[in-house]
């Protein structure tokens, strides 16, 4: 089994920065992938950002320049920075990452984190 747990959310002013990390335990096998995604209140999941095992990393438009997605694999923690936050930023973050067993791939989630931006 492997587990995901997002931590870093909270409450914070519009401008403000937050730091979101995802820690994967358990059973983990070749890690491809890690992303995040949100989800606002009445509206379909998104793709925040993701980052490969090479370090390549993409972005949704709306967050280029200000969110930064980051790994240490050493500490199987993917890290999300969110700078210059804005009100249309408040959603609950997953983070999800996607490993390969045996010629299979598979997705794991977190149970998420909320991100509230008060304008």
């Known amino acids: 089994q492997v587990q995901l747990v997002e931590s870093g959310g909270g409450l914070v002013q519009a401008g403000a920065s937050l730091r979101l990390s995802c820690v994967i335990s358990?059973?983990?096998?070749?890690?491809?992938?890690m992303h995040w995604y949100r989800q606002a209140p009445e509206k379909q999941r998104e793709l925040v950002a993701g980052i490969t095992t090479g370090d390549s990393t993409n972005y949704a438009d709306s967050v280029k320049g200000r969110f930064t997605i980051s790994r240490d694999n050493a500490k199987n923690t993917v890290y999300l920075q969110l700078n210059s936050l804005k009100p249309e930023d408040t959603a609950v973050y997953f983070c999800?990452?996607?490993?390969?067993?045996?010629?299979?791939?598979?997705?794991?989630w977190g149970q998420g984190t909320q991100v509230t931006v008060s304008s």
């Open positions: 999800a990452v996607d490993m390969t067993a045996a010629g299979l791939g598979y997705r794991y």
């Open positions: 358990g059973r983990i096998f070749r890690i491809n992938a």
